[in-house]
């Protein structure tokens, strides 16, 4: 019986070597994505000038430079991608994303948490040709165009119509060839870079009257993002809105502002 232990011990040995280092495997295997930096998933939204992928499959835009920067100065694998706005908050809400911009409006707020003050941006309202509107009462009994879900405070109780458009280059478009609109309500930056897509000029156009200054537009976190990340993100993005690149990206997308009447 001795010389029979004696003889398998060694096998017996190599067998429950194999067998721990089995058992070890899905440990070791898993521990990787333990230790390995988690990926900042960034949404831009597809709207230009702000997100779009152009013919050629290149992203690009004001908010998607800037995001992009974020994403840099992070430290963190991060990834980009730009969907449709209403996809954005519905991807944050349900975890699918860590991180997007917008406006401090009720949607954005039931899907994330404010984190930081991206930029600051006018809303205008751009005027027909021969529509006479010089102030913002002028719109009363007036046929306005809103860019698909969009609501002003200031001009609530005024426009005897509304016509909601589901771009700002069509928004555009209209207020250019229907005489029956006296005016349409853009953010600053689109309704420039969109007269210069189209081959216009202000001189196409009344008065550009200003609806609200310096609207906020926000960085949006998930809201089970780790208090870790948080942090180093809300440092990033108020030391970018510090060093105003927003206004650089302006000028790189050659979107060129002119007097606006004051409310």
């Not at 096998?11 to 898993?30: E, I, K, M, R």
């Not at 730009?82 to 009720?106: C, T, V």
């Not at 589901?166 to 953010?187: N, P, T």
Request: charged fraction near 25%; aromatic fraction near 12%.
């Amino acid at each position: 019986m001795l010389k029979w232990i004696k003889r398998f011990l060694p096998y017996s040995l190599c067998l429950c070597c194999l067998f721990v280092a089995f058992c070890l495997v899905p440990a070791t295997a898993a521990s990787p994505s333990a230790v390995s930096p988690p990926v900042l998933r960034i949404g831009t939204m597809d709207l230009p000038p702000y997100g779009w992928i152009d013919e050629q499959g290149r992203k690009q835009g004001i908010i998607y430079e800037m995001e992009q920067e974020i994403g840099i100065r992070s430290g963190m694998p991060f990834t980009n991608e730009i969907y449709p706005f209403n996809r954005l908050l519905w991807m944050l809400k349900n975890g699918e994303l860590d991180l997007i911009s917008s406006q401090a409006h009720q949607r954005a707020q039931e899907a994330g948490d404010k984190l930081g003050v991206q930029f600051t941006i006018n809303v205008i309202a751009a005027t027909g040709k021969d529509s006479g509107i010089r102030t913002i009462g002028d719109f009363k009994n007036s046929y306005l165009i809103f860019h698909r879900a969009a609501s002003y405070s200031q001009l609530e109780g005024l426009p005897r119509t509304i016509q909601r458009v589901e771009s700002y280059r069509q928004a555009l478009y209209f207020l250019h060839v229907r005489d029956i609109a006296d005016g349409a309500v853009f953010s600053e930056p689109a309704y420039y870079y969109w007269m210069q897509d189209l081959g216009l000029t202000p001189a196409d156009f009344g008065e550009v009257i200003m609806i609200e200054r310096d609207k906020k537009q926000w960085i949006f976190v998930r809201k089970d993002l780790p208090e870790g990340i948080r942090k180093t993100l809300k440092r990033v993005v108020e030391e970018i809105y510090q060093e105003k690149m927003y206004e650089r990206l302006l000028n790189k997308y050659t979107l060129k502002g002119s007097e606006v009447q004051q409310p």
